[in-house]
């Protein structure tokens, strides 16, 4: 599981052992301990604190100082839609969640997050080197590096940050993606150098 925002929504994302992926308010229902601090056990999610489980649905199935209870179905948390493509989770907390378009075959390539604004995120990706040649930018978020593109979705975080998942063209091999995973690491350095420098 992971802590995740989406516009200001604090969210618990967790993967099921059966692979169900679900997004939730980052709050339990019972006292509104993070969820995020709890465990995945099996299929539900069990909260920290008094050890409470949710089922995929958002039910509470369990509470295990009351072990023989049918806990009431009511007892749920907030469940949001999400929609799963090329290793990208979608989340869209006001309706059904739908993949944004992706302007190339892609492959996950990281995330990471990053003190810095839009512009310079977008200028350090212009300024940061690859394999010596200075990346050229075709669109917003996309990059041709040589032979390689990178596509950086940005999704703003609270206090100045971006968080950013980064995807490599389809083609790109095992070491063409550490290549570009390093080149993400020196855009992020810089990124947030002129932040603190500014
Ligand atoms: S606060 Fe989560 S089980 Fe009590």
């Not at 969210?11 to 997004?23: E, F, H, K, M, T």
């Not at 839009?118 to 669109?139: D, I, K, M, N, Y």
């Not at 063409?176 to 947030?192: F, H, N, T, Y």
Request: charged share 20%; hydrophobic share 40%; with cysteine.
């Amino acid at each position: 599981m992971m802590r995740a925002q989406v516009n200001g929504q604090d969210l618990v994302v967790w993967r099921a052992s059966n692979g169900d992926i679900s997004a939730w308010d980052n709050r339990c229902p019972h006292r509104g301990m993070a969820l995020s601090h709890g465990f995945v056990r099996g299929n539900d999610l069990a909260c920290l604190y008094h050890g409470w489980h949710y089922g995929g649905t958002g039910v509470c199935r369990y509470i295990p100082a009351h072990p023989e209870l049918d806990p009431p179905k009511t007892i749920k948390a907030t469940v949001f839609s999400v929609a799963i493509a090329d290793g990208v989770i979608w989340v869209n907390t006001q309706g059904a969640a739908e993949p944004a378009p992706v302007p190339m075959a892609s492959q996950p390539l990281r995330s990471f997050h990053v003190v810095s604004h839009s512009e310079s995120l977008a200028r350090a990706c212009r300024t940061v080197a690859f394999e010596g040649a200075f990346p050229e930018q075709l669109e917003q978020g996309l990059y041709q590096l040589g032979a390689r593109q990178v596509f950086l979705l940005e999704n703003p975080l609270d206090q100045g940050r971006l968080q950013i998942t980064a995807l490599a063209d389809a083609d790109a091999t095992p070491e063409g993606c550490a290549a570009l995973s390093r080149w993400c690491e020196a855009v992020r350095r810089s990124a947030q150098e002129e932040k603190v420098a500014a």
